[in-house]
């Protein structure tokens, strides 16, 4: 095994739109209509359609009429809503300094990812990655998957990812990879780790 596939949010960033919103100055009421009506659903929508910024802008105060201002905050403090997990970096490091092959492939939309990816220091660490809007597909579509692996020529069965969600691990063991499903860094890097002393015993 020489390649992690790791995705963004829920593993090595967190996701966390209402606690951001709050610090943000929006009221209950606010954050709340926001949660229903873009963060309920929507949101992840919006990770296969590739949107220009004041597209995405208009598109929001649609759908919270009312609440164009706040859209108008939201959209200009994003950062808020995220931010790198604390052992992203010692992660990422300690995995680059054995040889390791890292990537991303996250399901995300093409404006919130330009803003909040300036957040994220360990994305020029990777060797790659494949994000939803650039293919229109999301995981756990097997062709998100099989991109990766065509892009940079990924051998599926030396690779495994790392997903907090059951069902894109399912994806990747389906295209060929192992898969490691987040509960928490510790479990994680201990899964890796198990992982890669077996590559390397039978190696």
């Given amino acids: 095994m020489n390649t992690v596939i790791f995705d963004l949010g829920g593993v090595l960033v967190d996701f966390h739109p209402y606690e951001g919103m709050k610090n943000m100055g929006f009221s209950d009421e606010t954050a709340e209509a926001f949660m229903e009506g873009i963060f309920s659903g929507f949101w992840e929508e919006c990770d296969s359609i590739v949107y220009e910024p ?26 808020m809503i995220t931010g790198m997990r604390p052992y992203a970096m010692e992660w990422i490091e300690s995995l680059k300094a054995r040889g390791m092959k890292l990537y991303v492939l996250s399901n995300f939309g093409n404006v919130a990812f330009d803003i909040n990816s300036q ?51 399912d994806g990747a063991i389906a295209a060929g990879m192992k898969g490691i499903l987040f509960e928490s860094y510790e479990q994680a890097k201990e899964e890796l780790g198990r992982l890669m002393q077996q590559h390397f015993s039978m190696g």
Avoid at 54 to 79: A, M, N, S, T
Avoid at 129 to 135: A, T
Wanted: charged share 40%; hydrophobic share 35%; glycine share 4%.
């Fill in 119 to 169: 957040v994220y220091e360990f994305l020029p660490l990777m060797d790659g990655k494949v994000i939803s809007y650039e293919l229109g597909i999301t995981k756990p579509d097997r062709r998100i998957y099989e991109a990766l692996f065509q892009k940079y020529d990924i051998d599926p069965k030396q690779a495994v990812f790392i997903d907090d969600r059951r069902e894109n691990v």
């Fill in 54 to 79: 004041d597209e995405i802008r208009r598109v929001f105060k649609d759908r919270l009429p009312g609440y164009e201002r706040e859209v108008d905050i939201l959209w200009d403090k994003l950062p």
